[in-house]
Structures are given as structure tokens and as C-alpha cells.
């Protein structure tokens, strides 16, 4: 196996870069929400870890021997066993180290299953509207916009009046948790869409639960410590967005890793 490179952005892979020795190491690609889900669910577990920058148009053979199936990013190797996809691997470092605290799923069974529910929505279909917004324009981006909107409009339902309504964060603490990840690294590319795609996603008037909960995910100096910055996110969303509308079709997301789209990017497997 190749040796660990450094991230490129700062101290992305918490204490990586001073734990050789660790028995974790996690394949990623700076620009994928993917990887920044594992990389921050590591950070708040306080796990250390080996992080390997992929070049996705030019995948390593460590990355195809350990996940031959998809042959995309994220992928951690614990103890050299490979666990692929970031829901997964979440899950996986729950299971796999209890005693790493705080624990990313709430403890009840039922709050567990809600969790588990709004994160598979957050996949399946906000990611993919917010992905035809950015891949379209002119009278098909209008209606992707109307689209996104109705289903972010399910989420600020339920922070209102839902099984979340009255919480800061999705885990019902003042500490981010599962939910906060899959929905939270993610969102912040909106504001990055909204400026290259020339378009205004939501409002804050509009979507005041969703919009208060974001800016306090942004504001976790552990999201700050993994999240790329503005600019550099910017850079590689116009060319993400060039490529799209100039025909080149998905292909451009392929750097992305899960999804293989502008949703890689985003939030869709």
C-alpha cells in the first residue's frame, strides 16, 4: 500500500499526520462531503487516523484493491479490513469503539431509527435536487430550485413541529451528531452552488429552524477544522459546473467519490 500523504487542507484528518502508527486509515478526496463525514466523525470521537489523498482520475490500486466493488472514496481501513461508504463507516465506528465518546446515534432505539431515516432522506433526495439545481440552468434550474425547496422544506417541518422541533442540533445536545454530520457536511456547499450556479437556494426568512441549525454546525470548531475553504471549494464548483453544462455530463463529479456526480460532491450515493 502507498504511503499516507498528507491532506491538503491543513489539519483536515485531525491527528493523522502524528499517529503512524494508527490502526485506522481513511482514502478520501479533499472536495468530497463523503470524506469530510468520516473525517469529522473521527475528529468528535477523537480517534486518530492515517489520511491518504486520492487522486480519483487516477485511482491508486490501494484504493481499487480495498474497495473493488464501487472504487470510490471514503474508505477506512480499520486493522486492515476495509469498510466502504461513509453512512457505513459511521455506524462502524460506533459499534467498533464505544468507549470513544460522545457516541455519534442517540442512545434510544426510537431517536436511532429517526436518525437513520432522515439521513437516508438527506441521500436519497434532498442531495439529488440540490445536484439538479447545479447541473442545470435556465427554465430546468427554476424548477430544480421549486424542487429543492419542497424537500427542504420537510426538514424545517420537522424542526418546527417534528421529533427534532425545540433542538440546537439534530442529537438533541449542544454536541453534533450523526444527523448533524449526513446533513451538515453537505450543506455547506449550498452557498458555494448559490454563487457559481447565479441562483438563491433558500432564504433564511423562509427556512429559519434549518438556517439557525447551519450556522451553528459552521461555527463547531471541528467542522472548521475539516471543512476546505470558501475559495478553494469555489474553484473546483465552477469547473464541476463547466464540465456538467458543457456536455461532459457526470463525468466531471467522478472526482467527487460516492456517486460519481455533482451529488458525490454534495449528497447522493
Known amino acids: 500500500m502507498e504511503s499516507p500523504k498528507q491532506n491538503p487542507h491543513d489539519d483536515n484528518s485531525s491527528s493523522s499526520s502524528s499517529s503512524s502508527s ?28 492515517d489520511y491518504i489523498e486520492e487522486d480519483l482520475a487516477d485511482k491508486s490500486p490501494a ?29 462502524f465506528l460506533d459499534d467498533r469503539f464505544p468507549e470513544s465518546t460522545p457516541p455519534l446515534l442517540p442512545a434510544a432505539p426510537r431517536d436511532r431509527a429517526l436518525a437513520r431515516f432522515w439521513a437516508h432522506f ?35 417541518t420537522e424542526l418546527r413541529e417534528g ?10 445536545g449542544d454536541r453534533i451528531g450523526f444527523l448533524d454530520i449526513i446533513l451538515g457536511c ?15 437556494l433558500f432564504e433564511a426568512g423562509e427556512f429559519p429552524r434549518f438556517n439557525a441549525w447551519l450556522r451553528d454546525f459552521e461555527e463547531q470548531e471541528e467542522v472548521k477544522a475539516i471543512i476546505p475553504p470558501f475559495d478553494r471549494l469555489l474553484g473546483y464548483a465552477r469547473g464541476l459546473r463547466q464540465v456538467l453544462l458543457g456536455g461532459g ?7 467527487s467519490g460516492e456517486g460519481e456526480n455533482v451529488g458525490g460532491v454534495l449528497a447522493d450515493e
Open 186 to 200: 453537505g450543506s455547506y456547499w449550498l452557498a458555494v452552488f448559490e454563487e457559481v450556479a447565479g441562483v438563491k
Open 22 to 49: 494508527s490502526s485506522l486509515k481513511l482514502f478520501g478526496f479533499w472536495a468530497s462531503s463523503y470524506t469530510h463525514r468520516v473525517q469529522l466523525a473521527l475528529k468528535l470521537k477523537n480517534l486518530p487516523f
Open 163 to 172: 421529533a427534532f422541533a425545540g433542538r440546537r442540533f439534530f442529537s438533541g
Open 63 to 91: 484504493l481499487l484493491l480495498n474497495n473493488p466493488i464501487y472504487k470510490k472514496v471514503p474508505v477506512l481501513l480499520a486493522g486492515g479490513s476495509p469498510i466502504p461508504e461513509s453512512l457505513i463507516i459511521l455506524h
Open 122 to 156: 438527506a441521500d436519497d433526495r434532498l442531495g439529488p435536487a440540490v445536484a439538479a439545481v447545479f447541473a442545470s440552468d435556465g427554465d430546468a434550474q427554476r424548477a430544480a430550485v421549486g424542487r429543492f425547496r419542497d424537500e427542504l422544506r420537510l426538514v424545517e
Open 249 to 255: 455530463g457526470g463525468g466531471g463529479g467522478g472526482n
